[in-house]
């Protein structure tokens, strides 16, 4: 069968702004098993450009596709250019079948399928078994419904979806479909050939906003000596230089990660790798923080989300701002650079409370900080805490973190905009940071500070152009209930943990130790 792979022009400023673009991890992951099952698969990666619609439909349809799937990393925020591009190919060719997958469509099967007939099938969950298993009853003529993990509307028009599908237990049984790619075209970090990848998937913590633990279900890596030789493939034979995770907690465990340190230390290829992880692990890894460098890694994204101990309860981050404060101090020691996440909005700050939020982070002296907003989803216990707050972007396109969504009482719009713009300015532009800017000295991390430094002035201008001039808010929105509908969080578990069936012993039988 003919597939097209689409990944959506994206309308976040943070893709528009820099020069550099990655690979979309999450359609490729789905490209290798396909390719694998005999589907004859292409990608139209419409983030170059960006892409007009016309034309990522004129290009999906060129070769004249029995499928079409669309998905995208930020799919909540991508969801509205998605359905654009599903109703033009509709339009153009209505036989051709188009498959929706992504963390949004995954918990919003019922409000999409019912407000249109433009997509056909929605994947949920993990996609990698699900899509090929659907694509192969499709071209079987077989029914649908015996495919676990998918939404469609049955034979009524009634948006109707299978059970559950199951968790993939072994991550390496899948492969990424690097082929699909011009890995010349793909870059970060200031021009370097760069890929997404994954360690691992899911985290154990139990943060009550965070919209992509429930999505994973539970916490699995890959076998790090097979993560290390891919990475070392990549970089030899097709001059790849550095790696972002896309890992929630890529060190969750010690023992495995230490095992892919080793293994990518034995590799001895010069790649740099970025990601995301806990405080609380680095505070842990103290001890091996040298072999994080060795290995390659070369920047954390801290997600600390605020620096105050009451907000952190709420959210029940479960860390603390002394193990925050911690990790940034270790990893500066070990030649590691930091970036601490921190998002206004989770209570109903004032001016108080973000002045000492800004002299907390100063007090932290991260190497590089991001200011979020708090961006509720439906399915997330946040959401039902959230839930009668007032919306002031009814625009979905905008709900991508960088934007303000919901209303505070103590606070205008503008005013909580300008604040969190000057504590970014403050922060990026204090005298330690633009020392280690201009004269640090390890030439990698020089590097990347200035470039995160370019790039982040270009953003920080855009956004405020945005917010004077773009970006439309209402003033007496819906409540978040309202706009999104009721809460998900008993459905916040997308698929089902495959566990290792257990033997039971017979009587006179005695188990066996190795069972």
């Known amino acids: 069968m003919k597939i097209v792979l689409i990944n959506p022009p994206h309308t976040a400023i943070g893709s528009r ?6 690979p979309p991890l999450g359609l490729l992951a789905l490209g290798g098993p396909l390719i694998d099952a ?12 960006p892409m007009p619609l016309d034309m990522v439909v004129r290009n999906a349809l060129d070769d004249g596709p029995d499928f079409v799937l669309i998905g995208h990393s930020g799919s909540t925020s991508a969801h509205p250019t998605a359905l654009l591009i599903a109703r033009m190919i509709k339009q153009r060719e209505l036989a051709t079948i188009v498959i929706y997958g992504g963390v949004f469509p995954t918990y919003h099967w019922r409000d999409i399928l019912a407000a249109t007939d433009a997509f056909d099938f929605i994947v949920r969950g993990e996609g990698e078994a699900t899509v090929v298993a659907l694509v192969e009853a499709l071209e079987m003529h ?12 049955d034979d009524l028009r009634r948006p109707f979806a299978t059970q559950p599908a199951m968790t993939i237990a072994d991550l390496d049984a899948y492969r990424v479909g690097w082929e699909l790619i011009d890995h010349g075209r793909y870059s970060y970090w200031g021009g370097k050939r760069a890929v997404v990848m994954q360690f691992s998937r899911g985290c154990p913590h139990l943060c009550n906003y965070c919209g992509q633990r429930g999505f994973w279900t539970r916490w699995r890596h890959r076998d790090p000596v097979k993560f290390a030789r891919e990475i070392a493939w990549l970089h030899r034979e097709h001059g790849v230089e550095l790696i972002n995770l896309a890992d929630e907690n890529p060190t969750v465990s010690k023992k495995a990660w230490r095992a892919f340190l080793d293994a990518m230390i034995a590799e001895n290829v010069p790649v740099l790798i970025v990601g ?3 405080a609380d692990d680095i505070v842990r890894d103290a001890d091996i923080l040298h072999l994080y460098r060795k290995a390659g890694v070369i920047r954390w994204l801290l997600g600390m989300e605020n620096t105050d101990e009451q907000t952190l309860q709420l959210i029940r981050k479960g860390g603390s701002t002394s193990s925050d404060r ?5 990893l500066r020691l070990n030649g590691i650079l930091s970036m601490a996440t921190w998002v206004a909005g989770f209570e109903d700050e004032g001016f108080r409370d973000l002045w000492r939020g800004f002299r907390q982070l100063i007090a932290y002296d991260p190497d590089q900080i991001q200011a979020l907003y708090v961006t509720p989803h439906r399915w997330t216990p946040f959401f039902r805490i959230a839930r009668d707050r007032k919306v002031i972007q009814k625009d979905a396109r905008l709900w991508d973190y960088k934007h303000q969504v919901l209303q505070m009482t103590r606070l205008k719009p503008w005013m909580l905009f300008f604040s969190v ?3 970014e300015l403050a922060v990026q532009s204090r ?3 633009l020392a280690r800017i201009l004269f640090h000295k390890d030439p990698e991390q ?14 920080w201008f855009r956004e405020v152009w945005g917010f004077l001039v773009r970006d439309g808010r209402v003033k007496d929105g819906p409540t978040l209930a309202e706009f999104w509908g009721a809460p998900q969080d008993a459905e916040e578990e997308s698929m089902t943990v495959r566990r290792p069936a257990r033997k039971l012993a017979l009587p006179g039988i005695p188990i066996s130790p190795n069972a």
């Open 431 to 433: 005298p330690k940071a």
């Open 446 to 459: 020089r590097h990347s500070m200035r470039w995160y430094t370019q790039m982040g002035r270009r953003v």
């Open 421 to 423: 713009k000057l504590i």
């Open 276 to 278: 995301s992880t806990r």
């Open 142 to 153: 077989q029914p649908p419904a015996s495919v676990a993990g998918i939404a469609f509307r």
């Open 326 to 330: 911690e990790a940034i101090r270790l």
């Open 17 to 22: 702004v820099p020069d550099d673009h990655l």
């Open 38 to 49: 005999g589907h004859e698969v292409r990608l139209v990666d419409a983030e170059f450009g």
